[in-house]
């Protein structure tokens, strides 16, 4: 059997999170070749370069896309790019691993999944939160049936200071899309549809507020805003979702908040039990408690799993979907589906009423 080549990647964007991609291609160095990397800031990118044995360093995306030795390309990028260069990326010819969010509207998700299905390379959005372990067997437990018909989820993300000042795009919704509902919100409404199937949302109620940013209030501990900072995105958003399969969602996410401490969990109601997972960001392993009857009686299970690295392993899907030519976990129309989500949330808060989704 004649062995597999090499996979060359390329990195547009080298910024904060491209050292996660960068650090799982570096585990795969038997599968993968850590090729190029690009950024307008060419001293991040020569810093990447030589941190990771990078051979090619560009300021320029186009330059690398142009390359016949790269097979795929990794983008972390600010959000407003992220489809744009999905679609030059897939009409290059390139394999394509793209950031969260995938888009910040439907239209780019037609485009984007227009490219794939043209170019016929493999696109996966990285949602790295379902490749946790509790996640993995929250999915299956679902998807077997045992907990019944889910009837009422709710989940968030719901930070007590957080507001990303690190990076003034993250607050200008020309460049983000908008603010913690695209940011975080993204990531826990990906998780629960996941759970569920992914059914498709057929109507959304949801209110944004920006109580903190404006005021230049918010920001992490040991922050601070820049003294001519606009901020033109919510700090704070909830959404009330109805699925097709009669089933709701409740969403809640923020930036800053004045709440106890910072959450993040997701909530599912079945005929036959319930299960709650508070996720646990420090690292030290995650635990789902399971709530169902036992001959009559309620009974409360307590499950304990061990943390992974779920960054890793979304990268590792993401090659092995190119190996062996198989659709990626993280598919470009469940972006689609997400990005119709979050742009009628910020349509019903704009309009103050009902939004209905069209298919």
């Given at each position: 059997?004649?062995?597999?080549?090499?996979?060359?990647?390329?990195?547009?964007?080298?910024?904060?999170?491209?050292?996660?991609?960068?650090?799982?291609?570096?585990?795969?160095?038997?599968?993968?070749?850590?090729?190029?990397?690009?950024?307008?800031?060419?001293?991040?990118?020569?810093?990447?370069?030589?941190?990771?044995?990078?051979?090619?360093?560009?300021?320029?995306?186009?330059?690398?896309?142009?390359?016949?030795?790269?097979?795929?390309?990794?983008?972390?990028?600010?959000?407003?790019?992220?489809?744009?260069?999905?679609?030059?990326?897939?009409?290059?010819?390139?394999?394509?691993?793209?950031?969260?969010?995938?888009?910040?509207?439907?239209?780019?998700?037609?485009?984007?999944?227009?490219?794939?299905?043209?170019?016929?390379?493999?696109?996966?959005?990285?949602?790295?939160?379902?490749?946790?372990?509790?996640?993995?067997?929250?999915?299956?437990?679902?998807?077997?049936?045992?907990?019944?018909?889910?009837?009422?989820?709710?989940?968030?993300?719901?930070?007590?200071?957080?507001?990303?000042?690190?990076?003034?795009?993250?607050?200008?919704?020309?460049?983000?899309?908008?603010?913690?509902?695209?940011?975080?919100?993204?990531?826990?409404?990906?998780?629960?549809?996941?759970?569920?199937?992914?059914?498709?949302?057929?109507?959304?109620?949801?209110?944004?507020?920006?109580?903190?940013?404006?005021?230049?209030?918010?920001?992490?501990?040991?922050?601070?805003?820049?003294?001519?900072?606009?901020?033109?995105?919510?700090?704070?958003?909830?959404?009330?979702?109805?699925?097709?399969?009669?089933?709701?969602?409740?969403?809640?996410?923020?930036?800053?908040?004045?709440?106890?401490?910072?959450?993040?969990?997701?909530?599912?109601?079945?005929?036959?039990?319930g299960v709650c997972w508070n996720i646990d960001l420090s690292g030290g392993g995650q635990e789902v408690k399971l709530f169902r009857?036992?001959?009559?009686?309620?009974?409360?299970?307590?499950?304990?799993?061990?943390?992974?690295?779920?960054?890793?392993?979304?990268?590792?899907?993401?090659?092995?979907?190119?190996?062996?030519?198989?659709?990626?976990?993280?598919?470009?129309?469940?972006?689609?589906?997400?990005?119709?989500?979050?742009?009628?949330?910020?349509?019903?808060?704009?309009?103050?009423?009902?939004?209905?989704?069209?298919?």
């Amino acid at each position: 059997m004649q062995k597999q080549e090499k996979i060359r990647l390329g990195f547009i964007g080298a910024g904060g999170i491209s050292r996660f991609h960068m650090a799982a291609a570096a585990k795969l160095a038997d599968r993968v070749t850590l090729l190029a990397v690009c950024d307008i800031n060419e001293t991040a990118a020569e810093e990447k370069a030589e941190k990771y044995g990078i051979r090619f360093v560009y300021t320029d995306y186009k330059d690398l896309l142009a390359s016949p030795d790269i097979d795929a390309v990794i983008i972390t990028l600010p959000n407003f790019l992220h489809a744009k260069v999905s679609v030059e990326a897939l009409e290059a010819g390139k394999h394509v691993l793209c950031e969260k969010p995938m888009v910040t509207n439907a239209a780019e998700a037609h485009a984007v999944i227009r490219a794939r299905d043209q170019s016929g390379k493999q696109f996966m959005v990285s949602m790295n939160n379902r490749f946790r372990k509790a996640a993995q067997w929250i999915h299956h437990y679902v998807q077997s049936g045992k907990l019944g018909k889910v009837y009422y989820a709710k989940t968030g993300w719901i930070r007590r200071r957080g507001i990303p000042v690190w990076g003034t795009w993250f607050f200008d919704k020309n460049l983000s899309g908008g603010g913690p509902l695209i940011d975080l919100g993204v990531h826990m409404l990906d998780l629960t549809l996941w759970m569920l199937g992914y059914p498709r949302p057929i109507s959304v109620v949801g209110k944004t507020y920006a109580k903190f940013g404006p005021r230049h209030k918010g920001a992490w501990l040991g922050k601070s805003f820049a003294a001519d900072a606009v901020y033109t995105v919510e700090d704070f958003a909830a959404a009330f979702i109805e699925l097709e399969n009669e089933a709701t969602i409740v969403l809640e996410t923020s930036w800053a908040s004045h709440i106890e401490q910072e959450r993040v969990y997701v909530e599912l109601l079945g005929t036959e039990g319930g299960v709650c997972w508070n996720i646990d960001l420090s690292g030290g392993g995650q635990e789902v408690k399971l709530f169902r009857e036992e001959n009559g009686v309620p009974a409360d299970v307590l499950l304990h799993f061990e943390e992974n690295d779920e960054r890793f392993d979304v990268f590792e899907s993401f090659i092995t979907s190119i190996e062996n030519n198989t659709p990626p976990l993280c598919t470009a129309e469940q972006g689609l589906l997400i990005g119709k989500i979050l742009e009628s949330v910020y349509q019903s808060s704009e309009q103050g009423k009902q939004v209905f989704m069209e298919w």
